[in-house]
């Protein structure tokens, strides 16, 4: 039989339409149905790769490729349910698209075991037309006798791997996995969308078997502080962590030509690259941001001489300390609380903090507090600060970005500017800090609560990576400057180079929406 091309059948139809019918008036409600099926059916058509023409035989309705219909919510097949054909794929010789039950009837069939006598092709080809020779029945029994074609057992292996490695997966056996991945074709990766990644986390057996427990006390902690903000509001809440930040933040990528193995890069001082100093932040749903910001350094005798303390930077939103290590000691965290929390705090005080030992001490921080206030810490459990602690879930991260997009703007500028040094970075975190004070961030500090679990309501806020460092055009905004510029303020939206934000100490506390 000569191939049909469908398609053109479809023209003859529109063509043999026009003529008996006039398509010059207004279409009918009839013809635009009509004109949707075709346009349907031609999709249909093109899906299913019929544009090429099959022989006859490939169509005869065997096991394999009968006429299948979608399941029904009913006992019959509804009227309105499509019959969607398994047609066989024209890439393929016909003998790989029968299955091996297929090829097993058709044998048992053909050796007819009533007359111990084997039927003529005619016979076999009346009740299974897709065989076409005796020597292909020949080489179907060999193959029923192995267990099936090259093709099924290359099949049956696949999934048999796929399934151990699924099964290996969820069990969390990073080994095994590995030994089944490596020993896969590349074909059988592509099929089950295998690929080789880096392991962003390692855990353990036992944190796999704490996890329901890790979740209750997740969903009990996050109860607690809804029950609290029910009963008391959102301004007496807050949320306080720290977080550490290297002297010198480097990039950890740069350009260089393929095949290089050794990528070196110049840093203005090789030990601020392994030492960090502590930033302490607090938030509130309600009041939002904290009008001062906790800083920690780190020098040799853990306090600041008499000489650095009379002329380092300061600012009146920043508190800067010290200590031997350059993190947060038990003192220091006493210090916070009478010197920066309280003093800030009305009736109420809720502190939500994470697990950290020191945290967790509240003797000594209620010997502190002022009598008139109502003070209460509230802990969430260990391993879940990533997702119930609002600092961690939003704040930190664009901060420390923000701040990190700067330096990198030293670097790749070459500015004569030791970002490690002390008086440098107190005035970076004094300007970036009151630039994150800009109403136009707030909405930022309700959204991690929201993400958080504590609040219902969600807020879009505005990212303020995005706002001050994303499409730079023009020039400064200072008269008869040309420097290139470094970001646009978060309060007054002006274009500004390094010189006049930094050198100039750009302080803005005009907001311009």
Same mark, same amino acid.
């Given at each position: ?15 043999d ?9 207004f279409?009918s ?13 031609e ?16 169509f ?9 219909e979608?399941?029904?919510?009913g006992t ?30 058709a ?7 009533v ?42 292996l ?24 490596d ?9 089950y ?37 029910a ?27 393929a ?7 110049i840093?203005q ?7 960090s ?22 020098? %040799? *005798?853990?306090? #600041?001489?008499?000489?650095?303390? $009379?002329t380092m +930077?300061?600012a !009146? ?17 006493l210090?916070?609380? %009478? *010197?920066v929390l #309280?003093?800030?705090?009305?009736? $109420?005080?809720? +502190?939500?903090? !994470? ?20 003070? %209460? ?14 600092l !961690? ?45 800009s ?52 309060w ?22």
């Amino acid at each position: 039989m000569e191939s049909i091309n469908l398609l053109n059948v479809i023209q003859l139809l529109e063509w043999d339409y026009k003529l008996h019918y006039c398509i010059d008036d207004f279409p009918s409600e009839a013809d635009r149905q009509f004109k949707d099926i075709v346009k349907d059916y031609e999709a249909s058509v093109v899906q299913c790769n019929l544009l090429n023409g099959r022989s006859e035989a490939d169509f005869d309705v065997t096991e394999p490729d009968r006429l299948l219909e979608p399941v029904s919510s009913g006992t019959e097949p509804s009227p309105h349910e499509l019959y969607i054909p398994r047609l066989p794929n024209p890439k393929l010789p016909v003998d790989q698209l029968v299955n091996l039950e297929h090829k097993k009837r058709a044998i048992t069939y053909w050796r007819n075991a009533v007359k111990k006598k084997r039927l003529t092709l005619a016979t076999v080809r009346r009740s299974f037309g897709k065989v076409t020779s005796i020597r292909q029945l020949y080489d179907w029994e060999k193959q029923v006798v192995e267990g099936g074609s090259r093709l099924d057992k290359l099949k049956a292996l696949r999934l048999d791997v796929g399934e151990q490695f699924f099964l290996a997966k969820r069990k969390s056996k990073w080994s095994r996995i590995w030994t089944y991945v490596d020993g896969l074709s590349l074909r059988t990766k592509r099929y089950y969308g295998i690929v080789d990644r880096k392991i962003t986390k390692f855990i353990t057996k036992k944190s796999i078997q704490e996890a329901p427990h890790v979740k209750e006390s997740t969903e009990a902690c996050v109860a607690l502080v809804r029950s609290r903000i029910a009963e008391y509001g959102l301004d007496c809440l807050w949320n306080a962590d720290q977080s550490g930040f290297e002297y010198e933040m480097r990039p950890g990528r740069t350009l260089e030509t393929a095949g290089v193995k050794h990528v070196e890069a110049i840093t203005q001082s090789e030990n601020s690259m392994t030492h960090s100093y502590t930033v302490m932040m607090a938030v509130s749903p309600g009041r939002r941001k904290f009008p001062v910001l906790f800083l920690t350094l780190k020098e %040799e *005798k853990g306090v #600041f001489g008499p000489i650095v303390s $009379r002329t380092m +930077f300061k600012a !009146d939103n920043l508190y800067v300390t010290a200590s031997t290590s350059g993190k947060m000691t038990k003192k220091l965290y006493l210090q916070w609380s %009478e *010197k920066v929390l #309280f003093p800030h705090m009305e009736e $109420r005080c809720i +502190f939500l903090a !994470d697990a950290w030992k020191t945290f967790t001490d509240q003797d000594s921080v209620i010997e502190l507090k002022p009598e008139e206030l109502e003070y %209460e810490m509230l802990t969430t459990p260990p391993k879940v600060t990533g997702q119930i602690q609002p600092l !961690d879930v939003l704040c930190f991260r664009m901060y420390k970005g923000c701040f990190k997009k700067i330096s990198d703007f030293v670097f790749l500028h070459d500015l004569p500017v030791q970002v490690h040094h002390r008086d440098v970075i107190l005035r970076l975190h004094a300007l970036l800090y009151q630039l994150f004070q800009s109403p136009r961030f707030e909405n930022l500090i309700a959204e991690a609560w929201h993400k958080s679990g504590y609040t219902d309501e969600r807020f879009m806020y505005v990212n303020p990576a995005k706002f001050m460092f994303d499409k730079l055009k023009g020039s400064c905004l200072h008269e008869n400057c040309r420097d290139i510029v470094l970001l646009v303020g978060g309060w007054c939206k002006a274009r500004l180079c390094f010189h006049h934000f930094y050198d100039a100490h750009h302080f803005c506390t005009i907001y311009l929406p």
